[in-house]
């Protein structure tokens, strides 16, 4: 059974940097994605970026040139390193993961079906 367990997050002013990371655990294969996908209250939630274990990536527009997400496949940890913050990037941060084989990142929610706890992160102007 595949597991994640996520760590990093934060509050930071705007122009800030985190980096949040997820682990893995359980996989019997290595053609996965994995993903970060972030929500705030009242809203849907929404992908950021996505990464296949082949390096593969995938951004959405909003965070191009500021996140970066990386995978060290020796660990199966996922990574999203997010410079130049801005309040609007305030929310919750989920990591998700596909259990089958995956070939491509969406950033679509229905693509991915295990999720890390969620992890806070604050942006302030």
């Known amino acids: 059974q595949v597991q994640l367990a996520e760590s990093g997050g934060g509050s930071v002013q705007a122009g800030g940097s985190l980096r949040l990371s997820c682990k893995a655990t359980?996989?019997?294969?290595?053609?996965?994605?994995m993903g970060w996908f972030r929500q705030v209250p009242g809203k849907d939630r929404e992908g950021v970026a996505g990464i296949y274990t082949d390096g593969k990536t995938n951004y959405a527009d909003s965070v191009k040139g500021r996140f970066t997400i990386s995978l060290d496949n020796a660990k199966n940890t996922v990574y999203l390193q997010m410079t130049s913050l801005e309040p609007e990037d305030a929310a919750m941060y989920y990591c998700a993961a596909t259990r089958d084989v995956c070939y491509y990142p969406a950033l679509g929610k229905r693509g991915y079906d295990i999720w890390g706890q969620g992890t806070q992160v604050s942006v302030s102007s």
């Open positions: 359980g996989y019997t294969h290595d053609r996965y994605c």
